[in-house]
């Protein structure tokens, strides 16, 4: 074996303790990890670039869409994600700072960095779990016509959007419920939606103001809104109801943007939730003394890594899902 | 394990007594970033949004620009690559650039060409 030797250690190369870059066996492991985890999230950012140059001129308007904040009522595009990239960074610094702590040995300090970092992650997900919850609820509804475009309400002269609640008339009507003896065995009933076709086409018929808001993009970078008569014509197509989004219909728009929605921000939540689990390990194990006993506190930098990684991957995904 | 850090950011323009000071540094200017990053989000300057530089708004690429600043000062300061040896750092963070440049390259130019086909050739779109 000495002949494969080249570094200047004295020790049998494969029997460890060589440290080739100068990073242990276990951070030179993590990163190779998150070179590839990395590679996995760029494919998936560039097949939602992909999607969004192939439908340029009818893709949704994120500040349009993300327009929520917890326990507050009206419009603010942009201030719940906002503070979600601030909690993420946040729990950035107590990790590194938990990690430098570890350096000096400082086993309390890093008990107490470790907990915040658990603590922001906490919140991280479950600010997550709520934006996905009002993305799927959705806010106006909307109908969708015959060739899976999506027309919207608006105010003809304030612009804003109308919800269909607010005009759709009641227009009492026979259901026959989809039963395998009265129809074709093998399709399913479909959702339910709160209004039917029909009466949100009497409403908007009723409601002279109202006017229809297109899926196109203008030159100024918004969304046509047509004409009352264009609106009208236009209305004539629609075939179904849509409240909310999944990922076969969506009222926000383009039915694309939903699934890179669910996929993106849903696999780098499962990152921040394995993150959370993984630091929760850790964090036991330093209560324990675990690397008190064991000299030093690299674990701690290796989840550390795995961490700031699932930070890095939210600064890109907040850009191109969210600002862009 | 490397224990001592290189305290100074910006090329030495901002210099840390301690690792722990530079870390606040380091948040002080990433929630900055984030700031200037919403407000522009909210607001959209006309100037920016009507500009066009490369076939892209001028927005656009300030955003994409800031993303590039805070993913190095998380990678370099958060993630220690700047107190790792370069090879080390080289391998971790030019073979993903080489890589993700190319599929992007080829992803983008082919939307657009669909893109294209959909507006100006015979494929009918508007059902």
Excluded at chain 1, 91 to 106: N, R
Excluded at chain 1, 126 to 138: K, L, P, V
Excluded at chain 2, 27 to 34: D, H, I, K, R, Y
Excluded at chain 2, 42 to 52: M, Q, R
Aim: proline fraction near 2%.
């Amino acid at each position: 074996m000495d002949t494969t030797v080249t570094t200047e250690i004295k020790e049998n190369a494969w029997g460890g303790g060589n440290r080739p870059l100068g990073a242990s066996y276990g951070k030179l492991m993590m990163w190779f990890f998150l070179v590839s985890d990395a590679l996995t999230f760029s494919g998936f950012l560039a097949a939602y670039g992909f999607s969004r140059f192939k439908f340029m001129e009818t893709w949704p308007i994120a500040d349009e869409v993300f327009t929520h904040v917890p326990f507050f009522h009206g419009n603010y595009p942009m201030i719940y994600v906002a503070f979600m990239t601030f909690i993420l960074i946040m729990s950035s610094v107590t990790m590194v700072l938990a990690v430098d702590a570890g350096h000096k040995m400082k086993k309390n300090a890093v008990i107490w960095y470790m907990f915040a970092t658990i603590i922001g992650g906490a919140i991280f997900v479950g600010s997550q779990a709520w934006e996905w919850a009002t993305f799927i609820r959705g806010d106006y509804g909307a109908v969708e016509t015959k060739g899976g475009r999506i027309l919207q309400f608006v105010d003809a002269e304030t612009g804003n959007r109308v919800a269909l609640a607010d005009f759709a008339k009641t227009i009492p009507s026979e259901r026959v419920a989809h039963k395998e003896n009265n129809g074709i065995w093998f399709y399913g009933e479909g959702t339910r939606t709160s209004f039917t076709v029909n009466e949100v086409i009497e409403g908007f018929k009723a409601n002279p103001s109202l006017a229809i808001k297109t899926e196109t993009i203008n030159e100024e970078g918004e969304k046509v809104v047509l004409s009352r008569q264009e609106s009208l014509s236009k209305l004539a197509d629609a075939s179904q109801v849509v409240e909310g989004a999944n990922l076969i219909h969506n009222e926000y728009g383009s039915r694309l943007f939903a699934d890179f929605f669910f996929f993106i921000t849903g696999f780098h939540g499962f990152h921040v939730f394995s993150g959370v689990v993984i630091n929760l390990i850790i964090f036991f194990n330093v209560v324990l003394g675990t690397y008190e006993r064991r000299g030093h506190y690299e674990m701690v930098e290796k989840v550390g890594l795995y961490w700031h990684f699932v930070d890095l991957v939210w600064v890109f995904v907040f850009t191109f899902f969210y600002l862009v | 394990m490397a224990h001592e850090h290189k305290l100074e950011i910006f090329r030495g323009l901002w210099k840390f007594k301690s690792n722990t000071q530079k870390i606040w540094g380091v948040l002080a200017f990433l929630t900055l970033v984030t700031a200037v990053e919403v407000v522009l989000g909210i607001y959209k300057p006309a100037v920016l949004t009507g500009t066009y530089v490369l076939g892209m708004k001028l927005l656009n690429w300030i955003f994409i620009i800031l993303t590039l600043v805070k993913a190095y000062y998380i990678s370099w300061d958060f993630m220690h690559l700047r107190d790792e040896k370069s090879a080390l750092r080289r391998a971790i963070v030019w073979t993903p650039i080489f890589l993700v440049l190319y599929l992007v390259f080829i992803l983008l130019v082919e939307a657009n060409y669909i893109f294209e086909i959909y507006k100006d050739g015979f494929v009918k779109w508007n059902f």
